[in-house]
């Protein structure tokens, strides 16, 4: 059986990061095969939609650590446990900045990277970094074919509904194509 955990990012866990470095090392050492870190962009005040299962938008996700960050200062203190994202709402990122973010991740970790995206359920975080909802899925199509070509491509491009790259040199590659895993329970928008 494989065990992983989520990390302490959130709420008053997130202000104490000297002590994540610790809790992640000591997972590693009990033989935790993964550490996760997932997405929170904004914390609405109002909420347009509220979080799955509660009356609003749940106060630890007041004070929150970027997860690309958390993730890659714990993998240069870990050696053996992968790391990942569960979830990061690709469609909030722009593609290309995104996947030189992830590549670097992966060399930095020697190869341990599992990157897990969604498309999110929040209109409030879409609405905060000027990305139309109703877009969400043809947004996590088009990072999905970007990455791949990230990946594997050199010199690489790509032009698409959302994003067009020109001819690029792409000489940096991650250690091993890091598995993507895509995470989905919120329906689509009824105006899609």
Not at 126 to 132: E, L, R
Not at 172 to 183: C, F, G, Q, T
């Amino acid at each position: 059986m494989r065990v992983g955990s989520s990390l302490p990012q959130y709420g008053a866990q997130s202000a104490r990061f000297a002590q994540i470095p610790v809790y992640a090392k000591t997972l590693e050492d009990l033989g935790a095969a993964s550490l996760w870190a997932s997405d929170r962009v904004i914390a609405p005040v109002h909420p347009t939609v509220n979080y799955p299962g509660t009356g609003g938008i749940p106060e630890r996700f007041r004070s929150v650590l970027d997860p690309l960050a958390l993730l890659t200062a714990i993998g240069s203190v870990t050696t053996r446990v992968e790391v990942g994202t569960n979830v990061l709402v690709a469609p909030l990122y722009p593609p290309i900045l995104l996947a030189r973010t992830l590549t670097s991740l992966d060399v930095i970790t020697g190869g341990r990277l599992i990157a897990g995206f969604g498309a999110g359920w929040s209109p409030d975080e879409y609405a905060s970094v000027n990305v139309p909802m109703r877009e969400r899925g043809r947004r996590l199509d088009e990072c999905l074919d970007i990455l791949s070509r990230y990946w594997q491509d050199d010199p690489g491009a790509y032009a698409g509904e959302y994003w067009t790259i020109p001819e690029t040199y792409v000489g940096l590659k991650p250690v091993r194509k890091p598995p993507v895993y895509l995470a989905g329970a919120t329906p689509p928008p009824s105006s899609a």
